[in-house]
């Protein structure tokens, strides 16, 4: 290597290393104190293979029956989780400065309290398969929808951060779910609470708030947002609800924005494209968009209007 560019090289590691004495967030400079992103990754992709068995093949080892599959593959994710949240740990005040043995003691138990989550959290992805072929009659088949639809994969992976959420592990359930949401364009927070038969269709752009509630049957569309009203207050907020509940039996269609922690949409209503709600509905509301005009104009080769020749081509058009 040329000396210049050792030079400069040299020069440069000092600049780095110099800019890393400050007491900045972004300084956390010992290695290996933190949860791995990889190694979140590889256990979401064994908890995929334990909670649809069948589905996801195996590259790296044979097994004789299913007993020894779902042995290897517990036993990998055990292992692996129960690293991964021993680290995270370190970030709840108290065990920021606990021993070992206490922090080892509490990774165990809670990675054994979500291993045994396992079953209810497949009864409800089961009804989120039934839903997702039921409201789609685009699904070929039920394989169709658990090995392609990128809606149950966003929900699969919040279902079980979720749990890991309610056992108070830190870091380890969002990086989670926003692995989903970098792979689906659906951004699912681990700390919504969502019923059974939930049904995500198309999916991309979707935003589901920490403190959101969602009932039973409910479908929404792309696009829809149930977030906050606002995040002007920071960290203020925290631990407050902010998000809305949507009741049993609801849809909500592609664009919908609806806001806000007292904002309840009552069960069985029926929310339009593009409407953007702010306070509660009855059960049984219907809410539509009306009003929004498109105006249409084509131009001939000359430059001139062409004339109107149908409802399609030309005039104004009213989007309910």
Do not use: C
Not at 87 to 101: I, K, S, V
Not at 109 to 117: G, M, N, S, Y
């Amino acid at each position: 290597m040329d000396n210049t560019i050792k030079d400069n090289i040299s020069k440069l590691v000092s600049v780095i290393l110099t800019d890393y004495e400050d007491d900045r967030n972004i300084n956390h400079v010992e290695n290996f104190s933190q949860p791995d992103t990889d190694s979140v990754k590889d256990i979401i992709a064994s908890l995929m293979k334990i909670i649809y068995p069948g589905f996801y093949r195996e590259k790296t080892y044979k097994y004789y029956n299913q007993s020894s599959r779902i042995t290897v593959l517990i036993e990998d994710v055990s292992y692996k989780l129960n690293k991964q949240i021993s680290l995270a740990l370190r970030q709840l005040p108290e065990y920021a400065d606990a021993g070992f043995e206490t922090i080892s003691e509490r990774s165990a138990d809670i990675v054994t309290a979500f291993l045994e989550k396992i079953p209810l959290v497949r009864e409800y992805l089961a009804t989120d398969v039934d839903a997702f072929f039921d409201g789609d009659p685009a699904a070929y088949n039920h394989n169709e929808i658990i090995l392609s639809y990128p809606g149950l994969y966003a929900v699969t992976v919040a279902r079980l951060a979720h749990e890991l959420f309610l056992l108070n592990v830190p870091l380890i359930p969002r990086i989670m779910t926003e692995y989903a949401h970098s792979k689906t364009g659906i951004d699912i927070h681990p700390g919504a609470t969502i019923g059974k038969y939930f049904f995500i269709d198309h999916g991309t752009g979707i935003v589901i708030g920490e403190t959101t509630i969602i009932g039973d049957h409910v479908k929404i569309y792309q696009g829809v947002t149930l977030g906050g009203l606002s995040t002007k207050g920071g960290q203020s907020l925290r631990n407050k609800r902010r998000h809305p509940t949507i009741e049993d039996n609801v849809t909500i269609y592609a664009g919908a924005s609806i806001l806000g922690g007292d904002t309840v949409i009552g069960e069985g209503s029926t929310v339009g494209s593009n409407a953007f709600i702010t306070s509660s509905l009855a059960p049984g509301t219907k809410v539509s968009i009306k009003n929004l005009e498109m105006n249409i104009s084509n131009a001939d080769a000359a430059g001139s209007p062409s004339e109107e020749s149908d409802d399609i081509n030309a005039g104004w058009f009213y989007i309910i």
